[in-house]
């Protein structure tokens, strides 16, 4: 897929050396195609490594696809210049008229506090609003995927005995649903979290439904049966080296942190992490794009249409 974004985008760079289809705004516009609209909500403090790992993803289908970056203007960024959120960025009222065809919400390191505290919560709320009225179908992620929860059903989270930390296995529970085209009956994902939701919340949620599960990580992937919402406990999208630099960014602050489980091989930090996760984590997005989102949004992106109170 050939992704649209901004020459200088620092990603950029890395993206090509990967040889992703990276296409300058100049070049998009001289093709006769309708591109597809994806908006990323970047709630990550490291914005940058953020959105290399999502455009990784993104750029893995046959479609031009238009990226939007959206950041929380009711937040200071301490972890990002603020040269590159003015130059890549723009704010969630700016784009409120438009309507995307596709939708990213990122985690973000606040799941210890209630969510009404986080700073940016109601500009939150109205972002996860629209995108029920005005996005054809939004993905949600870890920290994301419990605000969503919340917002749009209620389900609380809970605090976890201890942080879920490390790369486990999960079982396809829907293995004909077409997000799961390609996939074998289980695939790792990584997780890093203290909280979780419950199953019994999710089952008692109408409309709800549970795609895959772990027995260790719980519930991991679950949609909306009305809508084209995803949400996702875990981090596919993580790098190779990810949970390697929180684990040693911890470790080196004397901070209580374990071993990611199975991560190192024989749990070793001075060993290099084997990925095994990046095969199915390319096949979700690219699912999503062509299934849940491609084949079905109108030509027109004006003729997307929802709930307007976002219910």
């Given at each position: 897929m050939p992704i649209n974004i901004p020459a200088d985008l620092p990603a950029r760079g890395m993206l090509e050396a990967e040889n992703i289809f990276v296409m300058s705004e100049e070049r998009a516009v001289r093709q006769d195609i309708r591109p597809l609209r994806i908006a990323i909500v970047n709630l990550m403090p490291t914005k940058t490594a953020t959105e290399l790992q999502l455009l990784r993803?993104?750029?893995?289908?046959?479609?031009?696809?238009?990226i939007t970056l959206i950041k929380a203007e009711s937040h200071v960024s301490k972890n990002t210049a603020a040269d590159h959120l003015e130059r890549f960025y723009t704010s969630f009222d700016a784009v409120r008229e438009k309507k995307f065809d596709g939708m990213i919400i990122t985690g973000a390191p606040v799941e210890k506090l209630p969510f009404e505290e986080v700073d940016y919560w109601d500009e939150l709320t109205e972002i996860m609003?629209?995108?029920r009225a005005r996005v054809f179908s939004t993905i949600y992620l870890c920290w994301g995927a419990q605000a969503g929860l919340y917002r749009h059903f209620?389900?609380?989270?809970?605090?976890?005995?201890?942080?879920?930390?490390?790369?486990?296995p999960h079982k396809v529970t829907q293995r004909f649903n077409p997000i799961f085209r390609g996939f074998d009956d289980a695939f790792a994902m990584p997780h890093s979290?203290?909280?979780?939701?419950?199953?019994?919340?999710?089952?008692a949620a109408p409309g709800l439904e549970i795609l895959a599960d772990s027995q260790e990580?719980?519930?991991?992937?679950?949609?909306?049966?009305?809508?084209?919402?995803?949400f996702i406990m875990g981090h596919m999208e993580?790098?190779?080296d990810t949970l390697g630099a929180e684990y040693r960014r911890d470790f080196d602050k004397d901070?209580?942190?374990?071993?990611?489980?199975?991560y190192y091989p024989d749990d070793d930090p001075s060993q290099t992490p084997l990925v095994t996760w990046r095969a199915h984590a390319n096949l979700f997005f690219s699912n999503w794009m062509n299934f849940y989102v491609y084949q079905d949004t109108p030509y027109d992106p004006e003729a997307i249409g929802g709930d307007e109170n976002g219910r």
């Open positions: 993803l993104l750029g893995n289908s046959p479609v031009q696809v238009d609003d629209y995108s209620g389900i609380d989270k809970h605090d976890l005995p201890h942080k879920l930390f490390g790369v486990f979290r203290h909280t979780e939701v419950r199953r019994a919340d999710i089952e990580a719980g519930p991991c992937i679950m949609k909306d049966k009305k809508r084209r919402q995803f993580y790098d190779g901070l209580p942190i374990a071993v990611p489980v199975a």
